[in-house]
């Protein structure tokens, strides 16, 4: 195990031996829609029927097909036409000369030439109706042109006003607001378990233009139509289509090139993003390797998403103007062509892509700022507002993000496992590790399995241990400490104490940091626990009294915090199990009419986890699930003062106080939290408001708020003035064991603090 400088490591004075129940984890992977903030490629369809061991099978490589595919678009009736000639590889045709595809079921398919036989097999659906063929050809032949033509035109869904957040998607549409098709659009031939290259010629009317994959992209304009050629003959997934009404900006002669296009002409935001482009893949391509494509660019969709598809990115219009995206979702999506978008995820084992890229993009940006330790906090406190017991499932069950509960999971407890991996290995191993990994699985699918034999071969170090417990298991480890003290030893002092996993499943192996402040000295003593049993005793000789012990103080493991680490926030109440929304019935007639509308709409969203009550209907709130509290005049809204009260708020009869800010009641909506008087598991919040015109902006935009206690609206259409967090005042892994003139417990000062991992590159 490597250590940071300034770290020891302690003596462990008694320990119970741990078995570790190693298993065979066997999956099965059905069709599925596509999750939100990642296009369709993340969520891979097909039933695979065969039982696997995750760990110890090997990866084969994918066939490919080449297509050369001419289509016609008529965005305005939602109309295709295409013409599809197929090059097979040898393999893929079976005995009898017959090969299998699906397309979607609303082309009408003919088959060019009379020296093959088409046979329908049957309709399914897999988001959209998929049609399947099975082709006899001649012997020797492996090229066939397909015709087909029809409509493409699947509705965006997901409800906006949703109790939680839900984001818009559709699996395929050819519409006048644009075009967007995917693989599993099924709007070209596709063949199971291949891989494809493609050249794409795409006409459409003037003043529209065709992004795919690859490069080229040129356009020629004649008798009333644009086409645009793009072709890519490095082995893709599946092959992208999206066109609109678009602008092209691009920096001239840089490798690879740096594109944008957007729906409306805006020089000034292209130009920020081409330079963000030539920033962002230099710094990954100096830290993993080349970048594998010839371009990147940014295309401005015509509804609000954040999808990454090999050599481009497809986000929303406001998506792209909100001005920390450049800084956090743009290079999420550029680093996806390394992981995800040219080393794929297999079929087997768990999608391991978007939480590797969340740790090297989310994560490495925040190190880089030195707010590396608060992200982890905030990874873990979504893990525990939206991941309970019942939800939990292990990393090898997560294909792709549907919801907050399976974005906990598979972006941020995998961002952990890295994170406690490059702990675990060092800076220059891991990324010399990453490298490995790269280089040998470009465009060939991976799993977790294949992450372990690229690490195991760099590091020499045996990571079943790490990968069994973190990949395979469900659940977290729990952390207390207990029995903490120090004496005086001759001219040392010792501190004592007890570290102790809690919760009801196996214990894990863990590498737990703890920071040990002395009376006399600015910087603490770091050290690590190795606790790989329910509890171990350690024992630390210091050079003066310790006044301060912090457990796990950068957040470094993975783990379920203690509710008394992290805030009360928003993210308590969308990610609770069971909800009461408590409406005030002597609110204004019409406001009041709105809370309640939103109550529905919430409860209706949530099935039978959420209910509502009018305020006069309750004698007392209930203290076995979290609360909210809508309005001014709600009879309860004095226990939310009550709860809030160690923090720095206060309420009066019509405004309130938070921090510095005083909210008025007539101005201004308001958003509070705090821990349920009665149970701290559980949250409480008050949300009031007297604008029934703002109440469709709040529905809207509070789930983008989890992490905060406290909110701030103005004006109808609601704009947030103010946001933050309450304080940590009383942690369980954050004990003193005396006082220190000029420090204080919530000192940012006493967090440890480690280079970012950039800072291999130096």
Same mark, same amino acid.
């Given at each position: 195990?490597?250590?940071?400088?300034?770290?020891?490591?302690?003596?462990?004075?008694?320990?119970?031996?741990?078995?570790?129940?190693?298993?065979?984890?066997?999956?099965?992977? *059905?069709? &599925?829609?596509? %999750? #939100?903030?990642?296009?369709?490629?993340?969520? $891979?369809? !097909?039933?695979?029927?065969?039982?696997?061991?995750?760990?110890?099978?090997?990866?084969?490589?994918?066939?490919?097909?080449?297509?050369?595919?001419?289509l016609s678009l008529d965005p305005k009736n939602g109309q295709l036409i295409g013409r599809d000639t197929v090059t097979l590889p040898d393999k893929l045709i079976t005995d009898r000369h017959e090969v299998s595809f699906s397309l979607h079921a609303g082309l009408h398919l003919t088959l060019e030439g009379g020296q093959f036989e088409?046979?329908?097999?049957?309709?399914?659906?897999?988001?959209?109706?998929?049609?399947?063929?099975?082709?006899?050809?001649?012997?020797?032949?492996?090229?066939?042109?397909?015709?087909?033509?029809?409509?493409?035109?699947?509705?965006?869904?997901?409800?906006?006003?949703?109790?939680?957040?839900? *984001?818009? &998607?559709?699996? %395929? #549409?050819?519409?006048?607001?644009?075009?967007? $098709?995917? !693989?599993?659009?099924?709007?070209?031939?596709?063949?199971?378990?291949?891989?494809?290259?493609?050249?794409?010629?795409?006409?459409?009317?003037?003043?529209?233009?065709?992004?795919?994959?690859?490069?080229?992209?040129?356009?020629?304009?004649?008798?009333?139509?644009?086409?645009?050629?793009?072709?890519?003959?490095?082995?893709?997934?599946?092959?992208?289509?999206?066109?609109?009404?678009?602008?092209?900006?691009?920096?001239?002669?840089?490798?690879?090139?740096?594109?944008?296009?957007?729906?409306?002409?805006?020089?000034?935001?292209?130009?920020?993003?081409?330079?963000?482009?030539?920033?962002?893949?230099?710094?990954?391509?100096?830290?993993?390797?080349?970048?594998?494509?010839?371009?990147?660019?940014?295309?401005?969709?015509?509804? *609000?998403?954040?999808?990454?598809?090999?050599?481009?990115?497809?986000?929303?219009?406001?998506?792209?103007?909100?001005?920390?995206?450049?800084?956090?979702?743009?290079?999420?999506?550029?680093?996806?062509?390394?992981?995800?978008?040219?080393?794929y995820v297999a079929k087997r084992g768990g999608n391991w892509s978007e939480g590797l890229t969340a740790y090297l993009a989310d994560h490495l940006l925040a190190e880089q700022g030195g707010r590396g330790a608060e992200y982890r906090r905030g990874t873990l406190q979504r893990y525990a507002d939206y991941a309970g017991d019942a939800?939990?499932?292990?990393?090898?069950?997560?294909?792709?993000?549907?919801?907050?509960?399976?974005?906990?999971?598979?972006?941020?407890?995998?961002?952990?496992?890295?994170?406690?991996?490059?702990?675990?290995?060092?800076?220059?191993?891991?990324?010399?590790?990453?490298?490995?990994?790269?280089?040998?699985?470009?465009?060939?699918?991976?799993?977790?399995?294949?992450?372990?034999?690229?690490?195991?071969?760099?590091?020499?170090?045996?990571?079943?241990?790490?990968?069994?417990?973190?990949?395979?298991?469900?659940?977290?480890?729990?952390?207390?400490?207990?029995?903490?003290?120090?004496?005086?030893?001759?001219?040392?002092?010792?501190?004592?104490?007890?570290?102790?996993?809690?919760?009801?499943?196996?214990?894990?192996?863990?590498?737990?940091?703890?920071?040990?402040?002395?009376?006399?000295?600015?910087?603490?003593?770091?050290?690590?626990?190795?606790?790989?049993?329910?509890?171990?005793?350690?024992e630390v000789s210091l050079r003066s009294r310790p006044w301060l012990v912090l457990i796990d103080p950068e957040f470094d493991v993975f783990r379920r915090l203690d509710r008394r680490e992290i805030p009360p926030s928003l993210g308590q109440l969308f990610g609770a199990e069971r909800v009461l929304i408590v409406v005030p019935a002597?609110?204004?007639?019409?406001?009041?009419?709105?809370?309640?509308?939103?109550?529905?709409?919430?409860?209706?969203?949530?099935?039978?986890?959420?209910?509502?009550?009018?305020?006069?209907?309750?004698?007392?709130?209930?203290?076995?699930?979290?609360?909210?509290?809508?309005?001014?005049?709600?009879?309860?809204?004095?226990?939310?003062?009550?709860?809030?009260?160690?923090?720095?708020?206060?309420?009066?009869?019509?405004?309130?106080?938070?921090?510095?800010?005083?909210?008025?009641?007539?101005?201004?909506?308001?958003?509070?939290?705090?821990?349920?008087?009665?149970?701290?598991?559980?949250?409480?919040?008050?949300?009031?408001?007297?604008?029934?015109?703002?109440?469709?902006?709040?529905?809207?935009?509070?789930?983008?708020?989890?992490?905060?206690?406290?909110?701030?609206?103005?004006?109808?259409?609601?704009?947030?003035?103010?946001?933050?967090?309450?304080?940590?005042?009383?942690?369980?892994?954050?004990?003193?064991?005396?006082?220190?003139?000029?420090?204080?417990?919530?000192?940012?000062?006493?967090?440890?603090?480690?280079?970012?991992?950039?800072?291999?590159?130096?």
């Amino acid at each position: 195990m490597t250590l940071y400088p300034g770290w020891a490591v302690i003596r462990v004075i008694q320990s119970q031996s741990v078995i570790q129940n190693s298993k065979m984890v066997f999956t099965s992977l *059905e069709d &599925a829609s596509q %999750g #939100a903030g990642k296009p369709a490629r993340t969520v $891979l369809a !097909g039933f695979l029927g065969a039982a696997i061991l995750v760990f110890n099978t090997p990866i084969i490589a994918a066939p490919v097909i080449h297509h050369d595919l001419d289509l016609s678009l008529d965005p305005k009736n939602g109309q295709l036409i295409g013409r599809d000639t197929v090059t097979l590889p040898d393999k893929l045709i079976t005995d009898r000369h017959e090969v299998s595809f699906s397309l979607h079921a609303g082309l009408h398919l003919t088959l060019e030439g009379g020296q093959f036989e088409l046979m329908p097999l049957g309709v399914s659906h897999i988001g959209v109706p998929v049609q399947r063929y099975r082709l006899r050809l001649a012997p020797g032949n492996r090229r066939f042109t397909l015709r087909y033509t029809g409509a493409i035109q699947h509705r965006l869904a997901g409800p906006d006003d949703a109790y939680g957040k839900t *984001e818009r &998607a559709t699996p %395929g #549409a050819i519409s006048a607001d644009g075009v967007y $098709l995917t !693989g599993q659009s099924y709007w070209y031939p596709h063949f199971a378990d291949t891989l494809s290259t493609f050249s794409l010629e795409v006409a459409l009317p003037v003043g529209w233009r065709a992004v795919s994959q690859g490069s080229n992209g040129q356009v020629a304009v004649s008798a009333g139509v644009a086409r645009t050629r793009w072709h890519e003959l490095k082995p893709q997934e599946e092959i992208y289509l999206v066109a609109g009404r678009y602008h092209e900006y691009r920096h001239e002669n840089t490798e690879p090139a740096a594109l944008v296009f957007l729906r409306s002409p805006d020089a000034a935001l292209a130009t920020k993003y081409l330079d963000a482009t030539q920033r962002y893949v230099e710094l990954y391509s100096r830290l993993l390797g080349s970048y594998p494509y010839k371009k990147f660019a940014l295309v401005e969709n015509f509804w *609000e998403t954040g999808y990454g598809m090999p050599s481009f990115t497809l986000l929303g219009p406001q998506v792209m103007r909100l001005p920390f995206i450049i800084h956090s979702s743009y290079p999420h999506e550029i680093l996806h062509n390394w992981w995800g978008n040219s080393v794929y995820v297999a079929k087997r084992g768990g999608n391991w892509s978007e939480g590797l890229t969340a740790y090297l993009a989310d994560h490495l940006l925040a190190e880089q700022g030195g707010r590396g330790a608060e992200y982890r906090r905030g990874t873990l406190q979504r893990y525990a507002d939206y991941a309970g017991d019942a939800r939990d499932t292990a990393l090898t069950d997560f294909w792709g993000r549907h919801d907050e509960t399976s974005q906990a999971i598979g972006y941020g407890k995998a961002l952990m496992f890295f994170h406690m991996l490059r702990l675990r290995l060092g800076d220059e191993v891991f990324v010399r590790a990453l490298r490995h990994f790269y280089r040998t699985y470009q465009f060939r699918a991976a799993s977790y399995s294949d992450i372990r034999r690229a690490f195991e071969a760099v590091s020499g170090a045996d990571l079943s241990a790490e990968f069994i417990q973190w990949v395979e298991r469900t659940g977290a480890p729990r952390l207390q400490v207990d029995k903490l003290h120090a004496h005086r030893d001759g001219d040392t002092h010792r501190l004592v104490g007890v570290l102790k996993q809690t919760q009801s499943g196996p214990s894990y192996k863990l590498s737990v940091s703890v920071a040990v402040y002395l009376e006399d000295e600015a910087q603490p003593l770091r050290t690590n626990v190795i606790l790989d049993a329910r509890e171990n005793r350690f024992e630390v000789s210091l050079r003066s009294r310790p006044w301060l012990v912090l457990i796990d103080p950068e957040f470094d493991v993975f783990r379920r915090l203690d509710r008394r680490e992290i805030p009360p926030s928003l993210g308590q109440l969308f990610g609770a199990e069971r909800v009461l929304i408590v409406v005030p019935a002597r609110a204004p007639a019409q406001v009041r009419e709105r809370y309640r509308d939103l109550a529905e709409r919430w409860a209706q969203g949530a099935g039978d986890n959420i209910h509502w009550r009018w305020d006069n209907t309750l004698e007392t709130l209930p203290s076995d699930r979290s609360v909210w509290l809508f309005g001014w005049t709600n009879r309860f809204r004095s226990k939310l003062a009550s709860a809030a009260s160690k923090y720095h708020f206060s309420l009066a009869h019509d405004s309130v106080s938070v921090g510095d800010r005083a909210v008025t009641r007539s101005a201004e909506a308001v958003v509070i939290t705090a821990r349920h008087p009665r149970d701290g598991a559980y949250a409480i919040a008050w949300l009031a408001c007297d604008s029934p015109a703002a109440f469709t902006g709040l529905a809207r935009k509070l789930p983008h708020y989890g992490k905060y206690s406290y909110l701030v609206f103005e004006g109808d259409d609601p704009r947030n003035v103010l946001k933050g967090q309450w304080p940590v005042i009383d942690s369980p892994l954050r004990v003193k064991l005396g006082q220190k003139s000029g420090a204080t417990v919530s000192d940012s000062r006493l967090r440890p603090h480690r280079p970012p991992l950039t800072a291999v590159l130096k």
